[in-house]
């Protein structure tokens, strides 16, 4: 089996580092072909458009920054000709509503689509040991389980498509309101003058604590934001669609709205390309 990978961004190099690391064949594209490089060395096939790597492979993996450049790599014209008789597997985080229709495209152009999108970040995608949730009748997820693995040991089955992509939405959710609560108190314990490692050692031995406050901590102590392994645009682009999807499961959306406001001032202070805990840089501005 040759597997096409589309998307060699922060997330996909990593990822198919793995299956050239099991001795999978695999031939990668990428927009900008430069990121290829590291992949070439490692043995991989490279393709100059998305289509020819589609048209090698038996299954294609996508890891890519949205809807829009799924439509642009996957179901140009040129490309969704070659995507007949293909397995999709869709990585990238996305919207349900927009898994489904990528869904529907894929099978009218005579190919079959599962998504897996994923929880954890680059050190995870490295080491194999990401958190893969799969939207897939049964029999599909059973027929891709072991290529899943090279990502993550347990590959999850939630559902039909669209579940597993609203269940990752959920989560970061959750990681964009605890890291944004997290920096609220931490900035407020600074100010007033209080020890932190007191408050660390208070929270850590209390039911508040969740282990993304201290793997975020020496950044936020720091204000050291570079290399990140997931930026600010990233996590508004998640919230937004959080939001989307919520608003049209009646949910009341109010506080991620309020997080979703600063994220946008940490995209105004330049931080856009920063690891996502420089929402702390934006709690540390004030209130304007
Ligand atoms: N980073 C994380 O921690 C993390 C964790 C879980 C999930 N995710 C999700 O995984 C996906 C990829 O994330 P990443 O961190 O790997 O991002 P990234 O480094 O920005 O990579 C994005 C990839 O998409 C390609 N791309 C963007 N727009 C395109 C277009 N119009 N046409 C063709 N290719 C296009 C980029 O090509 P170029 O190289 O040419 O720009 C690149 O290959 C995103 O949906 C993200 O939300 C990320």
């Not at 570079?226 to 682009?237: A, G, R, S």
């Amino acid at each position: 089996m040759k597997v096409a990978f589309l998307g060699t961004g922060l997330m996909g190099q990593p990822m198919a580092q793995r299956l050239l690391a099991a001795n999978i064949p695999v031939i990668a594209y990428n927009r900008t072909p430069e990121k290829l490089e590291p992949l070439k060395a490692a043995g991989a096939e490279i393709a100059a458009k998305p289509y020819q790597a589609i048209r090698a492979a038996d299954c294609v993996i996508l890891m890519l920054t949205n809807a829009a450049a799924i439509y642009s790599v996957l179901l140009s014209d040129r490309s969704s000709g070659s995507v007949t008789g293909r397995s999709i597997i869709q990585m990238s985080t996305i919207t349900p509503t927009e898994s489904k229709e990528i869904q529907d495209a894929v099978v009218a152009a005579g190919g079959e689509y599962i998504e897996a999108p994923v929880l954890g970040s680059i050190p995870e995608a490295k080491a194999g040991e990401l958190i893969l949730m799969v939207g897939a009748y049964r029999e599909q997820y059973q027929r891709h389980l072991d290529l899943l693995k090279n990502f993550g040991p347990e590959p999850v089955l939630v559902g039909k498509v669209g579940t597993a992509t609203a269940l990752k939405l959920a989560m970061n959710q959750l990681i964009a309101s605890m890291t944004t609560a997290f920096a609220l108190s931490f900035g407020f314990v600074q100010r007033q003058g209080i020890d932190i490692e007191l408050f660390m050692q208070i929270l850590r031995d209390s039911a508040l604590y969740a282990p993304i406050f201290d793997n975020k901590l020496s950044r936020m102590v720091d204000g050291n934001y570079t290399n990140p392994n997931f930026p600010i645009k990233y996590m508004l682009k998640d919230t937004d669609f959080f939001i989307e999807e919520a608003k049209s499961a009646d949910l009341n959306v109010r506080s991620i709205e309020g997080v979703k406001q600063i994220l946008e001032m940490a995209m105004k202070m330049s931080l856009e390309y920063a690891d996502y805990s420089s929402i702390f840089a934006a709690i540390q501005a004030g209130d304007r």
